[in-house]
Structures are given as C-alpha cells and as structure tokens.
C-alpha cells in the first residue's frame, strides 16, 4: 500500500522519475492542457517531484493555473494544508516539550540543561 495522497494530488498527474529511486514526477494538469503530457513532462517549470509543499509552490507560481482558476478558488485551493510542515512542526514541539526546560528570571531566559551544564 502506498502513502494517501496529498491535499493537492488532483491537481497533477504523476509520471515515472528519470531515475527508478526518486520520488515521482508531478506534472501540473493545467501546463499540460496547454503544452500536452509530453512537453510538460520534460519542461522544467510544468513539473516537480511529488511532495505536498513543491506542489503547492508550483500552483503559487502557475501563470496558467492562474489564468484558468478564479480568484476565490485559487485562494481556496492553496490555503489546503501542507502535511509535511505537520510534521515539521510536531517533531519540533515533540524536542521542545522533552528536552529542553526554559528557566526565566530577573536576567533573562535561559535553557536549563544549558545552565544546569554551566554550573556543573
């Protein structure tokens, strides 16, 4: 089984890397209404490899997604969420809560295991 796809999958078809170990290909579907799959596959700014925040940066920059999608919707679309700054953000939250302690006082902020190490 492989991963769910990602909240802006439906707005590229995937295609075979040149290499068999990278991720796959995301050709935007709006290059490709105006170039065909094969230009668009092999035109550097019509494709990125499938991850959810390329792809929302290519739709960002799309002149042709622009140009076919109204406003509201466009606004809509690229508001969706990005699971990897999920991920980002709850591994960082994760180290935050588990490791390290903040002490404030009259001077400051400081990291306790960095204060406890200093006076050790």
């Known amino acids: 089984m492989g991963k769910e796809p990602h909240n802006f999958r439906e707005f590229f078809t995937l295609v075979d890397p040149p290499k068999k170990t ?11 209404k105006k170039y065909t799959l094969p230009v668009a ?18 739709l960002v920059k799309c002149m042709i ?5 109204s406003e509201n919707e466009r606004i809509e679309i690229l508001a969706r969420s990005v699971p990897e700054n999920n ?4 591994k ?29």
């Open 87 to 90: 991920k980002k953000s709850t």
């Open 22 to 32: 990278a991720n796959k290909q995301a050709v935007c579907n709006f290059c490709i």
């Open 92 to 120: 960082k939250q994760k180290i935050n809560e588990e490791n390290i302690n903040i002490i404030e006082n009259e001077s400051g902020k400081y990291l306790s295991s960095f204060y406890n190490y200093l006076i050790m």
């Open 41 to 58: 596959s092999v035109n550097a700014c019509c494709y990125i490899s499938n991850k959810a925040r390329l792809c929302r940066g290519h």
């Open 65 to 69: 997604f622009k140009d076919q999608v």
